[in-house]
């Protein structure tokens, strides 16, 4: 891959971008990042492609998982093999209850920018700019530390290289081996309070003895793709991680192979919507509960002209209150238009609110009943649910309401860890697997698609 010297940028609006006190401290971390190798190859991006084509005709399902915003103190061996580890637990129970294959998607190796509703913060009468995530500036409350820092581009650089390293290494040197992961999920069936589940975790171990007195071959289980993923938020990271593609002379964002834009951003004349028109990775739009299906059509024909199934990925995020009134009209419009997209569903973001005691939450039943209002509307309009996007983590947090764990606003002080949004922590991210996994057992009818990659006979040469 080149250099991306060849690309103008339109002078168009961007939401959502810090006010750099140095300009050209900004131009040289930007010129820093311009010479460094790319974080992602083209040839992955394209597989990816594929691998979302499928789920846009319903012979794959998507599952994209991770931090709301990862902080560089969090890039640790073991916060990232707990993340991996939950997304593959999470995929292995999806796989059984789709009968078809997982996409698995990490929200990871470039999260690290978030939207704020305010550029500034107030506490005490002093008044800071807000924190916009470790790629801007730093959670603390004072002057210097809140103030942006362009080099702050180039290391969220070296802490995304060296995430994604770490996760190359977990997912193709046995740590992804599905024996060890089914053994991980007979642990959460230990807990008594996930009997309900027993009978999906037994249906998957009798599979599993099955394909071993089959001599199925097992060492070509033991490896997977995790593709990484993050809001292409921060065009002034971005842009200088656009290469141009060797074989095609195609520009590709090689920040990450999924990037996706806000429902913050996502403006029809503003700079975001105008930067993924450019770049040939497989691209996602965030839909809230006031998008509307003109809104839907017309942004297909701006980002997927061609209409390359795979290209465009519409994540909704609704509300469980909304979607089943919000999201039908929208599906009936892109179903009219004649045009193919991959469905996913963001239950997290409608379903915030703040406790009386000041934390900002979520109701595990609220982003379960989300998920089935995804379900039941495109049940009644005749389309696929491709997938779940879902902010969580590895590790014990107490950040949401309810589950089997039964959390309630009391529990929250004792491990609320997020400095944005609250997530499920690694029971309860389990916990809506296996809800999502009997959803998905009830519609599936055994007349999936063929995945396209077994239609044409691509490889998957990721180097490509």
Known sequence: MTSNDSLTWADLPARQQPVWPDPEALRAAQHTLSTYPPLVFAGECDILRRRLADAARGAAFVLMGGDCAETFASATADNIRDRVKTILQMAAVLTYGASLPVVKIGRMAGQYAKPRSKDTETRGGVELPAYRGDMVNDFSFEEDARRPDPQRLVRAYHASSATLNLVRAFTQGGFADLRHVHDWNRGFMSNGANKRYERIAGDIDRAMQFMNACGVDFEALRRVDVWAS?????????????????????????????????????????????????????????????????????????????????????????????????????????????????????????????????YKTRRFEDIVEEVRGFFDAHAQVGTHPGGLHVELTGNDVTECLGGVMHLEDSDLERRYETLCDPRLNHQQSLELAFVVAEMLADRNRGDAPTPLDQVNGDGDDPQA
Request: proline share 7%; with cysteine.
């Open 230 to 358: 993050h809001e292409a938020l921060l065009l002034d990271y971005e842009k200088p991680l656009t290469r141009i593609d060797s074989r095609t002379g195609r520009p590709y964002g090689t920040s990450g192979h999924f990037l996706w834009v806000g429902e913050r951003t996502r403006e029809r004349e503003g700079a975001h919507l105008d930067y993924v028109s450019r770049i040939t990775n497989p691209i996602g739009v965030k839909l809230g509960p006031t998008a509307t299906g003109a809104d839907a059509v017309e942004l297909i024909e701006r980002l997927d002209p061609e209409g390359d199934p795979g290209r465009l990925t519409f994540i909704t995020r609704m509300g469980q209150d909304k979607i089943r009134d919000a999201l039908p009209p929208i599906l009936e419009a892109v179903k009219e238009s004649g045009r193919l997209v991959t469905w996913v569903c963001d239950p997290m973001h409608g379903n915030t609110f703040s406790t009386e005691n000041g």
